[in-house]
Nanobody, 116 residues
């Protein structure tokens, strides 16, 4: 079972990044998915979720209007477009199923660092 998140990096505040997650094995296609993040010293939190068919989507208040989650079921990928990044968005970002019973072991995630 692999959840490979990629696309992280270091950007200045106001910049953009696009994260991508390849869903392979363990999660049935069309499962609701989500992006999560964990900042240093904080609990992991969900930032965006998407239904199995791509709509509806939901966002944490802290990222609403700045982040957009999308998925391509043909490619089995889930992306997170992040814009107007803030230093407080600095975290390791992970993808996984939205529903607890669908989750698989967490991957390594991808690090996003936003400097002011």
């Amino acid at each position: 079972v692999q959840l490979q998140a990629s696309g992280g990096g270091s950007v200045q505040a106001g910049g953009s990044l696009r994260l991508s997650c390849v869903i392979s094995g363990g999660i049935t296609r069309f499962r609701p998915m989500a992006w999560y993040r964990q900042a240093p010293g904080k609990e992991r939190e969900m930032v965006a979720s998407i239904s199995g068919i791509g709509n509806p989507t939901n966002y944490a208040d802290s990222v609403k209007g700045r982040f957009t989650i999308s998925r391509d079921n043909a490619k089995n990928t889930v992306d997170l477009q992040m814009s107007s990044l803030k230093p407080e968005d600095t975290a390791i970002y992970y993808c996984n199923a939205l529903i607890a019973t669908h989750k698989v072991p967490w991957g390594q995630g991808t690090l996003v660092t936003v400097s002011s």
